[in-house]
């Protein structure tokens, strides 16, 4: 870990010592001849003996004294900022840019290129209420500035952290139109604030958070979902299920998201053959493990476990996969069961064995931007902070 620390402080020695040869360089053409070694300062050399020693603070203050503020070393400033900011020492890194900001003479844009990094610093440090205050007043005094973009990303990553979803809205509002990429995540915004309507019991304001959520992202799996339950809670099971029944024409992979809720709808609406022949549609459309087992529990409460037997065995040579494997195993061992057969076939029992132990501990959610797994669905990647990017796992091994 040292060692990673001590190689970032030196190659920005060498961005230093480079700096200062090439200052002391451009100072000296008009007297010394160009084949002459450009001189190094006093300070550099000090500076040089504090790194041999190990001493990497002592050397990184002696450079930036030996450095001194000007429009030529500005940048260097900002970048040992940045430095000590991706080493984890954003302590350092506000010292450098507040002293930085002291310095009357310096350029509008650097004055807001220099904030905007102290706001990163606070950031860092987690002391968010600055960082907020010092992004907020770049957003407007700096309306032309290129930093103005950067800033208000920077702004509603803090609101969404802060978890002050209706200030982020206001914030991308004007992008959405130009943005479509932004409208996405701001649908989510929408879905937590119609979370909090919910726990506040005002569904009305809940349901036109959600409606508002679909107008912008009509591909929103989760608003969906959400309203299909508000719709449950109403006694309006079959508009719920119209709800989600969008679902899979939103994002086929999030059927297995959807069968929970679409299970409680039909069956507190005592329509199991509804059920099954939307389950019948969705292996049409995909045939999940999920939705082959819950094909397979009907047939078996209905029509026996030789009949689950058979057809989950048909739909499984089609698409195989673990825990169609387990579940049919489970089917076996209860076949044996009924007709008397104690203790079960032993190889039944080892086969249900290495199925256990396969399916034990197994992801069932995994990002597909960063590849985060989680046992349960999160809309919000804790990983990569994207939204909507973690699915249930499908496939042999999946859901
Ligand atoms: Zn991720």
Redesign the pocket.
Known sequence: MYDIALLGVLLAAIAIGFGLGFLHATHRKKTVPSSRPPELSREYFVGLNYLLNEQPDEAINTFIQALGVNSETVDTHIALGKLFRTRGEADKAVSIHQNLLARPALSTATNQHIQLELARDFMALGVHDRAQRLLRSLLENAANSPYHQEAKRLLIDLLEREKEWQDALDIAQPLLKQQPGMRHPAAHWLCELALEEIHQSSRALARKHLKKALQLDECCVRASLLIAKLEMENGHYQRAIEYLDRIPRQDIAHIPTLLPALKSAYERNNDLAGFETHLYQLLGQAPYTSVIVALGELIHRRDGVESAIERTGEWLREAPSLGGLDYLVDLYLESQRLSGKTPPDSRLLLLKHHTDALLEDRPRHR?R??G?TSENLEWQ?P??R?WG?IKPITGIEGE
Do not use: A, E, G, K
């Open positions: 990002c931007h960063c985060f990647c990983s990569c994207r990017t």
